[in-house]
């Protein structure tokens, strides 16, 4: 266990934990932030998907140790009022099905926006390949990151 | 509409008060926790609900609370469902607010979510519930008003009388309304005259979802929870030994035991598979420490005995025999080319197709395989349980509570009234989440630590479990007379443990002499639903042997199947023809249509398949172009009839789902096995469609109809396993008959 400085969406505090313990857990355990989702706790599906320092980054294999001191956003952070330009487009194209996999996809597609603002086709799929949406709503994410780009 | 007579329904209508026991409290306080989106109407709380009956509540401001009955999966029934009772309640949408039920057998019918089932089997009750709720608002006015209620009508959420100028809201009519007799029959809207049925709503939980509020089973806790992991043998294997030395000691680990989810005389039912015995069970304060926990244990594992097991099926009880022994593909692969050539159930025989066989002038056969599939829903399997002496809290993704609450009774111990089931929003179903082991396994754990429990799959644990698609093969035959007319087909189908015949589908009825057969083999890989059962296997392998068959007699595809549906209209062979024609000819002709199919486009080569299952009828056509070996593709069409669409953007939201679900395991969906364990057991094997082998479009069009409403999660899933298999022969000049295809294009030799 060790004392680790943490600034979780504006948020500074300090937590005693292991430092191995991945971001994931310490948001979903020890935070009770349970927007940032558990999908296969290896990177490969991208549902975990958080900012640090405003890059998308895979928190289930990030050890908090990583994180001291560094900017961290999750879903719940990404704006006040849940109006961030990708959740609005997400709401106005009306994406989820299950809705499981999009925290992971809209925190990975707001960051392709904040690098990008206006990405190609190319530049979109890139971005979001490593996202898996096992209900297929890819056509949407797509369309709704383009709306995003033009808000 | 004619009168619909309330006693369809009637449980429904039971006052909450003569209920004792199970009833959970409503809460509206997220009402009030919830912040304002600028420029967004904000609901008021009433300061009083009145209930009209099971699922509809109604403000003494007007605002209106109605039930979602079935579990969500991601298929919006929360959305669709009450929509309907909105739609009969008249009431505007934004005056709504959707809670979900919790499943309470004694006051909501079937909430159970798969089959395609849900708005289906629904329409009437819903229909009949809001219509009788309306209904009570209107005598409550009349009595108050002195005036006849068949003069009062309704819009959005007012009561007017016109004569006597007299006008209301529901507010201030529900606290009369709520307590007058429930009436005996109520007359549901024309279908012409609705105002939100047909009319895209966005998801009711959108908001939640896009700011990650905690919606899903995974993201519950209490005070006091603890956290359970489990570890499972391979298949065909059984606990022999477990040292959890080391793990015991490590952080945060209260408890490490092994459970007996089910009795081994426990009558199952077919929704109570559990894929292994007993299992070790690692119990601990946080997920991390009980992951770290779990790896350390030693466990030695033995052959299991063939073990013999009481089911209760739908078609009445059986005994089933689970062989012993360690299963692999390459063996399965063996013993299903055995079993192809050997002893088969005859399904259906019309004619005599070995005759006609004889006198054929062109004969086909092709084989057509396909591998086992895991479900993968993006949320693995969990379930919360608080169990106590006198009482279980279960709350979980489960798409069929009513067929777990029983063996949680009988388990358990406690009385069946005394298990309450919550229905978290499932993280996707697809069939898997219908069998409850999860909620057995967590309530079984909770009870032994006598704590609340959160019971979490690792991914591998989630993809090494089992329940999976079956392991199919079918083999067709067909024959041509010198005029290229189908005069013998026969398909004979078998798989793993189950084949995926159903021998009264199309083409049966269209042709005189016609043979179906089945086969199966046991096996201790435990298998279950998926999306659109045996319909995903049987509609790929017969909508391909029909293009290759219609390319034999030299015919249009899509002209072959309308000339064959043809015959089974104006003169079917068979009483028992489990199908539409003219449905079915009019989803080719709109997918004809919309696709522009007579004219090919430049960039790509087309495709098309056509299927009914689950009461809904679709057509699809796939353009796709090769990139090296990699396939493109470009466009789908769809063409669907299920009677009355009731949410527009939503069933293509599902449609599109379907389709792109579809197009991911023909290409690549797989699961294989050596010695009893899956060879696959996270994403960076098991390879699952992504953004960029999504179709660049899709066009999802309906039949315009006034038809009963039927589903949608499933039936546009299996045909386009066809339509990519085809437009793929077409790109490429070979025909694809084992899945996935994506490995047989990357052995193939045009590799650029």
Same mark, same amino acid.
Request: some cysteine.
């Given at each position: 266990?060790?004392?680790?400085n943490l600034?979780?969406?504006g948020?500074?505090?300090?937590?005693?934990v292991?430092p191995?313990?991945?971001? #994931?857990?310490?948001?979903r355990d020890h935070?009770d932030?349970? @927007?940032?989702k558990?999908?296969c706790g290896?990177?490969?599906?991208?549902a975990c998907?958080?900012?640090?320092?405003?890059n998308?980054?895979?928190?289930c294999? #990030?050890?908090?140790?990583?994180?001291?001191n560094?900017e961290v956003?999750?879903?719940? @952070?990404?704006? &006040?009022? @849940?109006?961030?330009?990708?959740q609005?487009?997400?709401? &106005?194209?009306?994406?989820?099905?299950?809705?499981y996999?999009?925290?992971?996809?809209?925190?990975?597609?707001?960051? #392709?926006?904040k690098?990008?603002?206006?990405? @190609?086709d190319? &530049?979109?799929?890139?971005a979001?390949?490593?996202?898996?949406c096992?209900?297929?709503t890819? #056509?949407?994410?797509k369309a709704?990151i383009?709306t995003?780009?033009?808000? | 509409m004619?009168?619909?007579?309330?006693?369809i329904?009637?449980?429904?209508?039971?006052?909450?008060?003569a209920? +004792?026991?199970?009833g959970?409290?409503?809460?509206?306080s997220w009402l009030? $926790?919830?912040?304002?989106?600028?420029?967004?109407?904000?609901?008021?709380?009433? $300061?009083?609900?009145?209930?009209?009956?099971?699922y509809?509540?109604?403000?003494?401001n007007?605002?209106?609370?109605?039930?979602s009955p079935n579990?969500e999966?991601?298929s919006n029934?929360?959305?669709s469902m009450?929509?309907?009772?909105?739609?009969?309640l008249d009431?505007d949408?934004?005056?709504?607010?959707?809670?979900?039920a919790?499943?309470?057998?004694e006051?909501?019918?079937?909430?159970?979510?798969?089959g395609?089932?849900g708005?289906?089997?629904?329409?009437?009750p819903?229909?009949t519930a809001g219509?009788?709720?309306?209904?009570m608002?209107?005598?409550a006015?009349?009595r108050?008003?002195?005036v006849?209620?068949?003069?009062i009508?309704?819009?959005?959420?007012?009561?007017?009388?016109?004569l006597?100028n007299?006008?209301?809201?529901?507010?201030?009519?529900?606290?009369a309304?709520?307590?007058?007799?429930v009436?005996?029959?109520?007359?549901?809207k024309?279908?012409g005259d609705f105002?939100?049925?047909?009319k895209?709503q966005?998801n009711?939980?959108?908001?939640n979802i896009v700011t990650?509020?905690?919606l899903?089973g995974?993201d519950?806790?209490t005070?006091?929870?603890?956290?359970?992991m489990?570890v499972h043998?391979?298949?065909?294997?059984?606990?022999?030994?477990?040292?959890?030395?080391a793990?015991?000691s490590?952080?945060?680990?209260?408890?490490?035991?092994?459970?007996v989810?089910l009795?081994?005389?426990y009558?199952r039912n077919?929704f109570?598979?559990?894929?292994?015995?007993?299992?070790i069970v690692?119990v601990g304060n946080?997920?991390?420490?009980v992951?770290?926990?779990k790896?350390?244990?030693?466990?030695?594992w033995?052959?299991m005995?063939e073990?013999?097991m009481v089911m209760?099926?739908?078609?009445?009880?059986r005994t089933?025999?689970?062989?012993?022994g360690?299963e692999?593909?390459?063996g399965?692969?063996?013993r299903m080319?055995?079993m192809?050539?050997g002893?088969?159930?005859?399904l259906?025989?019309?004619?005599?197709?070995?005759?006609?066989?004889k006198?054929?002038?062109k004969?086909l056969?092709?084989?057509?395989?396909?591998?086992y599939?895991?479900?993968?829903?993006?949320?693995?399997?969990n379930?919360f349980a608080?169990?106590?002496?006198?009482? +279980?809290e279960?709350?979980?993704?489960?798409?069929?509570?009513?067929f777990i609450?029983?063996?949680?009774s009988a388990?358990?111990?406690?009385?069946k009234?005394?298990?309450?089931?919550?229905?978290?929003?499932? *993280?996707g *179903?697809?069939?898997?989440?219908a069998?409850?082991?999860?909620l057995?396994?967590?309530?079984v754990?909770?009870?032994k630590v006598n704590?609340p429990?959160?019971l979490?799959?690792?991914?591998?644990?989630?993809?090494?479990?089992?329940?999976?698609?079956?392991?199919?093969t079918?083999t067709?035959?067909?024959g041509?007379?010198?005029?290229?007319n189908?005069?013998?087909?026969q398909?004979?189908g078998?798989?793993i443990?189950e084949?995926?015949?159903?021998?009264n589908?199309?083409?049966?009825?269209t042709?005189d002499?016609y043979l179906?057969? *089945?086969? +199966?083999l046991a096996s201790?890989?435990?298998?279950?639903?998926f999306?659109?059962?045996?319909?995903?296997?049987?509609?790929?392998?017969e909508?391909s042997?029909?293009?290759?068959?219609a390319?034999?007699?030299?015919?249009?595809?899509?002209?072959f199947?309308?000339e064959l549906?043809?015959?089974?209209?104006?003169s079917?062979?068979?009483?028992?023809?489990?199908?539409?024609?003219d449905r079915?000819?009019g989803?080719?002709?709109?997918?004809?249509e919309?696709?522009?199919?007579?004219q090919?486009?430049?960039?790509?080569?087309?495709?098309?398949?056509?299927?009914?299952?689950?009461?809904?009828y679709?057509?699809?056509v796939?353009?796709l172009r090769?990139?090296?070996n990699k396939?493109i593709v470009e466009k789908v069409?769809?063409?669907?009839?299920?009677?009355i669409v009731?949410?527009?953007?939503?069933?293509?939201?599902?449609?599109?789902?379907?389709?792109?679900?579809?197009?991911?395991?023909?290409?690549?969906?797989?699961?294989?096995?050596?010695?009893?364990?899956?060879d696959?057991?996270?994403?960076?094997?098991?390879?699952?469609?992504?953004q960029?082998?999504?179709?660049?479009?899709?066009?999802v069009h309906?039949?315009?109809?006034d038809?009963?409403p039927? *589903?949608?999660?499933?039936?546009l899933?299996p045909p386009v396993?066809?339509s990519?298999a085809n437009?793929?022969y077409?790109?490429?000049?070979?025909?694809y008959?084992?899945q996935p295809?994506?490995k047989?294009l990357?052995?193939?030799?045009a590799k650029?």
């Open positions: 266990m060790a004392a680790i600034n979780v969406n948020k500074k505090q300090t937590l005693d292991d191995k313990t991945p971001v #994931l857990w310490v948001l935070l932030l349970v @927007g940032t558990f999908g290896m990177a490969q599906c991208g998907t958080i900012h640090v320092d405003g998308a980054v895979r928190s294999i #990030l050890p908090v140790s990583q994180i001291e560094k956003v999750t879903i719940e @952070g990404l704006s &006040e009022a @849940g109006d961030h330009p990708v609005k487009a997400w709401l &106005e194209h009306d994406v989820a099905q299950c809705g996999c999009q925290a992971g996809q809209i925190m990975t597609a707001a960051a #392709l926006l690098a990008t603002p206006h990405p @190609g190319e &530049e979109i799929m890139d979001m390949n490593g996202n898996i096992r209900c297929a890819y #056509l949407r994410i709704a383009k995003a780009a033009k808000y | 004619t009168q619909s007579k309330t006693t329904n009637r449980r429904s209508f039971l006052k909450v008060s209920l +004792a026991g199970g959970m409290m409503l809460s509206f009030a $926790g919830c912040k304002q989106i600028p420029g967004e109407e904000i609901l008021e709380v009433p $300061g009083e609900w009145f209930e009209l009956n099971n509809i509540k109604i403000g003494n007007g605002v209106v609370n109605l039930m579990p999966f991601g029934v929360k959305t009450p929509m309907i009772l909105a739609e009969e009431v949408w934004k005056n709504v607010i959707v809670e979900q919790d499943f309470y057998p006051r909501f019918d079937r909430q159970f979510t798969g395609s089932q708005i289906r089997q629904a329409w009437k819903l229909r219509a009788t709720a309306r209904q608002l209107i005598n006015a009349a108050q008003w002195n006849p209620a068949g003069e009508t309704t819009t959005a959420g007012m009561l007017q009388h016109e006597s007299k006008k209301a809201g529901y507010g201030e009519m529900a606290s309304a709520a307590g007058l007799p009436p005996e029959v109520v007359t549901p024309n279908v105002t939100i049925i047909g895209s966005k009711v939980d959108g908001k990650g509020k905690p899903f995974i519950y806790k005070d006091g929870m603890l956290i359970a489990i043998p391979p298949f065909g294997m059984k606990i022999k030994s477990v040292d959890d030395s793990a015991r490590m952080p945060g680990i209260k408890d490490i035991f092994t459970i989810p009795a081994d005389d009558e077919g109570d598979t559990t894929s292994f015995l007993e299992l690692v946080t997920t991390w420490e992951m770290n926990a790896k350390a244990i030693k466990a030695e033995e052959l005995p073990y013999t209760q099926t739908f078609q009445g009880k089933v025999i689970t062989p012993k360690l692999s593909t390459d399965h692969k063996e080319i055995e192809s050539g002893k088969a159930d005859v259906r025989k019309d004619g005599n197709p070995a005759s006609a066989f006198t054929a002038s004969v056969e092709r084989t057509y395989t396909a591998p599939l895991a479900h993968n829903t993006m949320e693995p399997v379930c608080h169990v106590t002496s006198d009482k +279980a279960i709350y979980g993704p489960i798409q069929a509570p009513d609450r029983n063996t949680l388990r358990l111990a406690l009385p009234e005394k298990v309450h089931i919550r229905l978290a929003r499932m *993280g *179903g697809f069939g898997v989440r069998y409850g082991h999860h057995v396994e967590a309530a754990i909770s009870q704590a429990v959160k979490v799959y690792t991914r591998e644990d989630d993809m090494t479990y089992g329940i999976y698609r079956p392991t199919y079918a067709y035959k067909a041509l007379d010198a005029n290229n189908l005069v013998a087909f398909v004979r078998g798989g443990p084949h995926a015949v159903h021998a589908r199309f083409p049966a009825g042709v002499n179906a057969e *089945g086969w +199966a201790n890989i435990t298998i279950g639903a999306r659109a059962p045996r319909s995903n296997f049987i509609a790929g392998a909508q042997f029909l293009d290759e068959l390319e034999l007699a030299g015919k249009d595809p899509i002209d199947r309308i549906l043809e015959r089974a209209k104006n079917p062979v068979g009483k028992d023809n489990d199908y539409d024609p079915y000819i989803v080719l002709k709109l997918v004809r919309k696709s522009n199919w007579d090919s486009p430049s960039n790509a080569k087309r495709g098309v398949a056509a299927y009914f299952c689950h009461n809904t679709v057509a699809e796939v353009d090769m990139d090296g396939p069409y769809a063409a669907v009839d299920c009677g009731i949410n527009p953007d939503a069933a293509i939201n599902m449609g599109e789902g379907g389709i792109v679900d579809g197009i991911g395991n023909a290409l690549f969906g797989e699961l294989t096995f050596k010695n009893g364990v899956p696959k057991n996270n994403f960076h094997q098991y390879r699952m469609i992504r960029k082998e999504t179709p660049k479009e899709i066009e309906f039949v315009k109809n038809q009963d039927t *589903g949608l999660g499933e039936p899933f396993f066809a990519i437009a793929l077409k790109a490429t000049g070979k025909r008959y084992d295809f994506a047989h990357e052995l193939s030799p650029m």
